[in-house]
């Protein structure tokens, strides 16, 4: 089991366990996180899974693709060109055991 760590904008925390190969998005939507929608249902066509990854986690994680990159430039919140990412492009297992994300104030 992967462990994330979603920080919502107002102070609170939702802590998640994901089986391996659940991308951060399903996990999210599957446990009722607030700040993640997921409408394209994992694609990365919709930038609603939008998150900030915490500096330490950055490192470990794979590069950004085309499409993500391209969907990171509609965010609703503003694209932090170092800690943005597309929940859906992360999986548990495969890019991260455990995981801190900030969620941004607006999604869609």
């Known amino acids: 089991m992967a462990k994330i760590s979603f920080h919502q904008p107002g102070g609170g ?10 991308s951060l998005m399903r996990a999210a939507v599957s446990n009722g996180v607030a700040g993640i929608v997921g409408e394209c249902g994992g694609q990365a066509m919709c930038a609603t899974c939008h998150v900030y990854v915490r500096e330490e986690y ?9 499409d993500e990159d391209e969907m990171l430039d509609c965010t609703a919140s503003p694209r ?29």
Request: hydrophobic share 35%.
């Open 13 to 22: 925390v939702d802590i998640v366990d994901a089986d391996p190969g659940t």
């Open 58 to 66: 950055l490192d470990g994680l794979p590069q950004i693709g085309e």
């Open 80 to 108: 932090d060109d170092a800690r943005s990412r597309l929940g859906c492009q992360l999986k548990a297992g495969d890019d991260f055991a455990e995981i801190e994300v900030d969620l941004p104030a607006e999604q869609s």
